[in-house]
């Protein structure tokens, strides 16, 4: 029979690298106390990292530096809002960065939440939860609000081929339909672009953006 310590580290691993949880994640496995156990053990023997108080992950290593890479900060919100049951979106800014159309690197993630304002450092880096209504709270796909709220954020204008480009790039081609029907009650000048991210074929653009990326609005 597996132990607890087991079934953790099977999860675990089968969530990869750069996964990121607290005890609540394995809260079925059993008692509170053996998961806490469990987790104190793995991180002894350098498993998993402490993240901050009551989180932690299954770092990423840099080959090239031979060292753990910093914290994935979308894991960590995750893994904050499975843990106090909050619904939780990025805020516009930090959506581009994380689906890597902005190449900025931010000091400080914002994420909207149902939950109360909430401020943590992860390292170098602010992440901080803004209670707000989340407009976005009903699409099924987590890849769906990202999408909208960077297009957002941007405005009809901000929205550029390169732009379209880079968020096709990053989005898995086997979302592309899913996020199409999760996001069609969408206004018009968002979903439009969203359909240039999730077609199918490769060849040209909406007319629209054509327009767009020779300077016309029209």
């Given at each position: 029979?597996?132990?607890?310590e087991?079934?953790?580290?099977?999860?675990?691993?089968?969530?990869?690298?750069?996964w990121?949880?607290?005890?609540?994640?394995?809260s079925?496995?059993?008692?509170?106390?053996?998961?806490?156990?469990?987790?104190?053990?793995?991180?002894?023997?350098?498993?998993?990292?402490?993240v901050?108080?009551?989180?932690?992950?299954?770092?990423?290593?840099?080959?090239?530096?031979?060292?753990?890479?910093?914290?994935?900060?979308?894991?960590?919100?995750?893994?904050?809002?499975?843990?106090?049951?909050?619904?939780?979106?990025?805020?516009?800014?930090?959506?581009?960065?994380?689906?890597?159309?902005?190449?900025?690197?931010?000091?400080?993630?914002?994420?909207?939440?149902?939950?109360?304002?909430?401020?943590?450092?992860?390292?170098?880096?602010?992440l901080?939860?803004?209670?707000?209504?989340?407009?976005?709270?009903?699409?099924?796909?987590?890849?769906?609000?990202?999408?909208v709220?960077?297009?957002?954020?941007?405005?009809?204008?901000?929205?550029?081929?390169?732009?379209?480009?880079?968020?096709?790039?990053?989005?898995d081609?086997?979302?592309?339909?899913?996020?199409?029907?999760?996001?069609?009650?969408?206004?018009?000048?968002?979903?439009?672009?969203?359909?240039?991210?999730?077609?199918?074929?490769?060849?040209?653009?909406?007319?629209?953006y054509?327009?767009?990326?020779?300077?016309?609005?029209?």
């Amino acid at each position: 029979m597996q132990s607890i310590e087991d079934k953790i580290v099977s999860r675990i691993y089968g969530r990869g690298r750069g996964w990121a949880f607290s005890q609540k994640d394995f809260s079925q496995l059993g008692r509170r106390e053996a998961i806490d156990v469990s987790l104190y053990r793995l991180k002894k023997k350098g498993t998993i990292r402490r993240v901050i108080r009551g989180i932690y992950e299954y770092p990423k290593n840099s080959i090239l530096l031979n060292t753990k890479l910093s914290p994935d900060i979308d894991q960590v919100a995750r893994a904050l809002a499975r843990k106090f049951g909050w619904n939780i979106q990025p805020s516009g800014p930090a959506a581009l960065n994380l689906m890597g159309v902005s190449m900025q690197v931010p000091g400080r993630y914002v994420y909207l939440s149902s939950g109360p304002d909430r401020s943590y450092k992860i390292e170098k880096t602010a992440l901080q939860f803004q209670h707000a209504m989340l407009k976005e709270a009903s699409f099924k796909l987590p890849e769906s609000a990202l999408i909208v709220q960077g297009l957002r954020s941007l405005g009809k204008a901000g929205i550029t081929n390169q732009v379209i480009a880079g968020i096709r790039n990053w989005l898995d081609p086997s979302l592309r339909i899913k996020v199409l029907n999760d996001t069609k009650t969408v206004t018009d000048w968002i979903y439009k672009p969203i359909q240039n991210i999730c077609r199918e074929d490769r060849n040209g653009l909406h007319p629209f953006y054509r327009r767009i990326s020779a300077g016309t609005n029209g």
